[in-house]
């Protein structure tokens, strides 16, 4: 069995283990659900809960839907605010081109806060999500006041760009199957985001956080990484950690690409991330 099997086959077990999807036309509008429109795109997003606000945003190819498991604990302390980023889900195409932008995503995202006349925001994003929780913390440093990164990345590294090559093309992915984008997304905007993941392996410059960069944010991090990450090596989390200014690591053994989507690691995952936005370890 080749390393590039063992890659894209460890790839596809973490991330289905977290990203099944049923089968249906496209996610509903869920109990909670809210629309805004910010810049002439309509932005879908999902409250629960009251307090400092907490912007949860998935990774790519994925909706509001997937914090589900979380938000019953995480209202109890935030104002929670689940997004489906930019031409996901219920949320309008932000582009229709086949190259997918974060900092452009990030843009709208702080539309919408402006909107919603929200000041002083936690962050939390997972993948992609990540991405443009550092765009968020870099575009308006005093808006964010806590950030975590799960499975973030400061560029597209050789090895992110090779496993996605390795992949074979957009019809033939098994960590975004085309069918479960279909069913999510619709048609339409589920093609588009299978061609756009496929082209992230030619896309420079988005995302893209050197060190200097890195060390404008004033949010304290959290920044967490699965040891074995096979997408984004887990370097990324290091130069995050060296760089941004208060900023905690947590590198969790066998976590994945997205490490509370493994079995077992949801619980501490809560609890952490509860820990650091509360306070808790400021006081340690």
């Known amino acids: 069995m080749t390393k590039r099997f063992d890659a894209c086959f460890l790839i596809w077990f973490v991330l289905a283990l977290f990203y099944q999807v049923a089968i249906q036309a496209q996610v509903p509008v869920a109990p909670n659900g809210r629309f805004a429109t910010v810049k002439g795109l309509k932005l879908y997003y999902e409250e629960t809960g009251n307090g400092m606000p907490l912007l949860l945003m998935s990774g790519f190819g994925r909706t509001a839907s997937d914090w589900q498991p979380f938000t019953p604990q995480l209202s109890k302390y935030f104002r929670v605010i689940a997004l489906d980023i930019p031409g996901h889900g219920r949320s309008d195409y932000m582009d229709t081109t086949d190259v997918y932008l974060h900092k452009k995503a990030a843009e709208y995202i702080l539309g919408l806060l402006d909107l919603l006349h929200i000041d002083s925001v936690h962050v939390l994003g997972a993948s992609s999500g990540g991405f443009i929780t550092l765009y ?126 493994v079995p077992g690691n949801q619980d501490e995952f809560v609890r952490r991330v509860v820990e650091f936005l509360q306070g808790d370890w400021d006081r340690k």
């Open 136 to 261: 968020i913390a870099t575009l308006r440093p005093q808006l964010a006041k806590k950030i975590v990164v799960v499975g973030g990345q400061v560029y597209y590294s050789t090895t992110t760009r090779k496993v996605i090559t390795g992949l074979g093309g957009p019809e033939k992915n098994p960590i975004l199957p085309l069918e479960a984008l279909l069913n999510t997304h619709g048609n339409q905007k589920g093609t588009l985001l299978a061609r756009q993941f496929w082209n992230f392996r030619n896309v420079y410059g988005d995302p893209s956080f050197t060190a200097d960069i890195l060390s404008t944010i004033k949010a304290k991090a959290l920044i967490i990484h699965g040891d074995n990450d096979p997408i984004a090596p887990v370097s990324n989390a290091w130069d995050m950690y060296q760089n941004i200014p208060k900023a905690h690591l947590w590198v969790v053994p066998n976590g994945g690409h997205v490490p509370f989507a």
